[in-house]
């Protein structure tokens, strides 16, 4: 196994101090790769403690070669790993305008919004004339590229003389080298895949990857967005976001787990009982000021503009396979009086407000007069119990019913069956 193996596998394994040995080596035989560059400028990023002035030298070094090369993905590599060796510095305008042209590169980045989102914090705490704050860097470095006696770097010292260390070698067979254990991350990153699900009050997002690392893994969840980044055996981040998400969520109640074969993020509604057609939005997110202050904190409230059909009455949960049903509509079609005939009309008389049920059933005169009196909350609370328990309740409580399904309740005695 060649020295830039041996450090593919140590990335892999997380032994930084190896890979940062043996990708010195690999570039002490080949100093125009640029690859190795990038792979070592991330286990200076990852070792304990981090060298980050190495990993931003690596990293201009990379970006230099893969310019000259006219490599554009390594090129987006190498900037990337300078925009984040220039955040751990501290140097956050030089770090954002890297992120820039990386932007202007590859605007679908994996991992681009999550570092646009740390930025973002650290340059709001900074004033406007802070230095931190200022870019002073150029798109291509001018770097002197290392020659084969400078790039290499001693690996740990034998004590022993070359001439005795390769007789040894010749003497003893080679040792075969056990492949490393499997650790972090295991499943590969174009067979991680997602799910969702939701109830009246929650959704529910499974991110399926088995080994994310809960130490190093970033999660961030915001009104109308998730987003999360992982580290991959392979010394890459893998990178998840769903951004608009398709309704607002309540963030402090919001959770997210990290388990041995996924991620979970269960995500409250700050609307409860809506259920959403989609997980996504395609309509944009458009955030105004509004001119109320908060009672507690005096601090402005943002709003979410979107472009939603208002025109329509409420849908409910509902478990029927022919979907949610329009408890509104349904309450008035059957609150409209039928048409008396010709001959009643020309009888006159001013109707009262039971004419319509008398001759009828008694109990039935009373629950239709009841129901003919009530408001709109009542009567769809009305409707929907008495619909879905198959007769057997009638509630006029809508807060409690429009909470979920009515369940059958039968008399004593008797048994509920499917028909």
């Known amino acids: 196994m060649d020295q830039a193996a041996k450090g593919a596998a140590a990335l892999s394994s997380k032994d930084f101090p190896t890979a940062v040995t043996h990708y010195t080596d690999a570039i002490a035989a080949n100093p125009q790769a640029v690859d190795y560059y990038i792979k070592r400028s991330t286990a200076y990023t990852r070792i304990s403690p981090p060298d980050h002035a190495a990993a931003f030298s690596d990293a201009e070094i990379a970006l230099s070669l893969a310019s000259k090369r006219g490599k554009r993905e390594l090129i987006i590599q190498a900037q990337l790993r300078r925009a984040i060796a220039l955040f751990s510095l501290e140097r956050y305008g030089d770090s954002r305008q890297c992120l820039e042209w990386v932007k202007q590169m590859d605007e679908k980045e994996k991992t681009l919004k999550i570092w646009e989102m740390k930025l973002g914090t650290k340059l709001k705490a900074l004033s406007e004339d802070d230095e931190k704050a200022k870019p002073t860097i150029k798109q291509y470095p001018d770097v002197e590229i290392p020659a084969n006696q400078e790039s290499k770097k001693s690996s740990i010292s034998t004590g022993v003389e070359s001439d005795k260390a390769t007789a040894n070698l010749t003497e003893q067979p080679p040792k075969v080298e056990q492949p490393p254990k499997p650790e972090g991350v295991q499943t590969p990153a174009d067979k991680i895949r997602h799910e969702w699900y939701q109830t009246p009050d929650n959704v529910v997002v499974s991110l399926f990857a088995k080994g994310v690392p809960k130490d190093k893994a970033t999660i961030e969840i915001q009104g109308r967005s998730l987003a999360i980044s992982f580290p991959l ?56 000021d509004t001119e109320e202050k908060s009672d507690a904190g005096g601090e402005v409230k943002r709003v979410v503009v979107a472009d939603r059909n208002t025109n329509s009455g409420p849908f409910y949960p509902t478990s029927s396979k022919s979907g949610p049903k329009n408890w509104d509509k349904v309450a008035d079609d059957l609150t409209k009086k039928p048409k008396k005939g010709k001959k009643e009309d020309e009888e006159g008389g001013e109707d009262g407000p039971d004419d319509d049920y008398e001759g009828a059933d008694p109990v039935n005169g009373f629950f239709q007069s009841l129901y003919s009196r009530a408001d709109p909350d009542t009567k769809r609370a009305m409707m929907k119990s008495y619909q879905e328990s198959n007769g057997t309740a009638l509630s006029t409580n809508w807060a409690e019913v429009g909470k979920g399904k009515v369940e059958t309740q039968p008399p004593d005695g008797m048994e509920a069956k499917p028909w």
């Open 233 to 288: 055996p392979n010394g890459s981040d893998y990178d998840f976001s769903l951004d608009p998400l398709y309704g607002e969520v309540n963030i402090a109640a919001s959770i997210a787990k990290v388990m041995s074969t996924k991620v979970e993020f269960t995500l409250k509604k700050s609307s409860p009982g809506e259920m959403w057609p989609e997980l996504e939005s395609e309509t944009p997110v458009i955030e105004a």
